[in-house]
């Protein structure tokens, strides 16, 4: 069982930033890949950003290409999300989450270990 808990969430003004971390119970380097979701009130669950369980190829949604970066700590166990130049469409619940493979892909629904979720809002 891997438990996935994020934080980092908070409320911003248009343009800032704000990093999330999702701390993970065990090991998951070498054997889970991991990504950002996030899910706004009456939408889909979306892909954000994914990297391999090693913590390298890293895949963006084009909607925060260049402006996310996905990052992971081995020592820490530990993965990242560096959000920049933040929109009020950005504002969402984040979710942290793992597959228990090598590769990174961008269905939330292959997904098998979800954290509780971190609220980013974004204000105009």
């Known amino acids: 069982q891997v438990q996935l808990v994020e934080s980092g969430g908070g409320l911003v003004q248009a343009g800032g930033s704000l990093r999330l971390s999702c701390a993970a119970s065990?090991?998951?380097?070498?054997?889970?890949?991991m990504g950002w979701f996030r899910q706004a009130p009456g939408k889909e669950r979306e892909f954000v950003a994914a990297v391999t369980s090693d913590f390298g190829s890293p895949l963006y949604a084009d909607s925060v290409k260049g402006r996310f970066t996905i990052s992971g700590d081995n020592a820490k166990n530990t993965l990242y999300l560096e959000m920049n130049s933040l929109k009020p469409e950005d504002t969402a619940v984040y979710y942290c989450?793992?597959?228990?493979?090598?590769?990174?892909?961008?269905?939330?629904?292959?997904?098998?270990?979800w954290g509780q979720g971190t609220q980013v809002t974004v204000s105009s």
């Open positions: 989450a793992a597959r228990s493979s090598y590769w990174a892909i961008t269905s939330y629904r292959s997904y098998n270990y």
């Open positions: 065990g090991r998951t380097f070498g054997h889970y890949a």
